[in-house]
């Protein structure tokens, strides 16, 4: 429904209306878990919403190699350079906001500037909501199919012991610098109860939220409650580690004019008038060893023929396959309560 007189709240004086502050902070989104490419653009702008997404195995050091000789008869045998498979689904994306002009006329405001001035923050608050669904989705999919080989119970409130331990199902691959740790604002309260988020600047740069056993800290309201706290049973939560470019991200607008359009329709409001500000995109999230299998496609359940996966699609289990060993996805969860 579009903006109308009942919704704006009237003056004594003609001022300038304040902006209610944005609470839902875009920490995931910005910490540089997500890794974009070209290449995932490129398949945005392609003729299709389904991706095979080929990439290239790493090279299999644990076969012996071949050791050089002296006679001439012997021959070497090359190996082959291996490939896997990803699938990934693109999402398909607009939001319109309306306002009868009537409201302009009268308030000397104009609604859909403050919307066009929310517009980044808005995408991108969109896009953090639809990496933590795929998240929980390779986390559903892990408990389902994987034995729960990514994830490690704390038993409890969250310890140093149980990230440890989630970040050592990646085995040696925790080698490699870990980039993050997101976690809901309860787990963070716990472990700075505990006292154990370093906030000690490295070249004078400090995480907005501290580090915590070297990893930066995210903290994320839009990381689910898996149970709900009940009485005598406090609630759980996931948090998830996270190798930098773990998640790939693509996004564009679509071609021409069409990602940002005003529409007016004169007649409406008898004839006072109704103008319309949408705003497209598509997007492109997907974790690095996953095919999304589509297996159940809803949309938002108001579409006659849905092509893109809702929050609630890209959280299920049975939209997920794992296609590499454990160790190579850069992903852990934990699972803990807050006291």
């Known amino acids: ?91 398909y994306l607009n939001e319109g906001w309306a306002t009868m002009n009537l409201v302009k006329n ?19 608050r969109q896009a953090q909501r639809r990496v933590i669904a795929t998240a929980m989705g390779v986390y559903n999919n892990n408990v389902a199919s994987n034995g729960s080989d990514m994830v490690v119970d704390a038993g409890g409130t969250i310890t140093a012991e149980a990230i440890i331990r989630a970040k ?29 988020i370093d906030f000690t600047p490295i070249g004078d740069q400090v995480p907005l939220n501290g580090r915590y056993q070297g990893m930066t800290v995210i903290i994320d309201d839009g990381l689910p409650v898996i149970a709900a706290a009940t009485e005598g049973a406090p609630a759980s939560y996931i948090s998830i580690v996270f190798k930098g470019g773990a998640i790939g991200y693509a996004e564009e607008q679509p071609a021409g004019l069409d990602g940002l359009a005003v529409e007016r329709v004169e007649a409406r409001g008898n004839g006072g008038g109704v103008e319309t500000l949408w705003s497209r995109r598509d997007m492109l999230v997907h974790p690095f060893g996953y095919k999304f299998l589509s297996a159940t496609i809803t949309g938002n359940t108001t579409e006659t023929r849905p092509q893109s996966a809702s929050w609630a699609d890209l959280a299920l289990a049975t939209n997920w396959q794992r296609t590499v060993d454990r160790k190579q996805v850069p992903i852990a969860f934990i699972r803990s309560t807050a006291a």
Not at 107 to 113: A, G, H, I, R, S
């Open 1 to 91: 429904m579009p903006t109308v007189l009942s919704d704006v709240v009237f003056q004594d004086e003609l001022r300038d209306y304040m902006q209610q502050p944005v609470i839902e902070q875009t920490n995931l989104f910005n910490s540089g878990i997500l890794a974009r490419n070209n290449e995932m653009n490129a398949l945005l702008a392609s003729p299709s919403n389904v991706f095979n997404i080929p990439f290239w195995l790493s090279l299999d050091s644990t076969i012996e190699p071949n050791y050089s000789n002296d006679v001439y008869e012997d021959i070497a045998t090359p190996l082959a350079i291996a490939t896997a498979e990803q699938t990934a689904r693109a999402a």
């Open 168 to 196: 050592a199902t990646m085995g040696d691959y925790t080698a490699n610098a870990l980039g993050a740790i997101a976690m809901h604002s309860a787990v963070f309260t716990q472990l700075s109860i505990l006292n154990l």
């Open 106 to 124: 009268i308030t000397n405001q104009d609604p859909l500037d403050f919307v066009a001035g929310q517009l980044v923050s808005y995408w991108q």
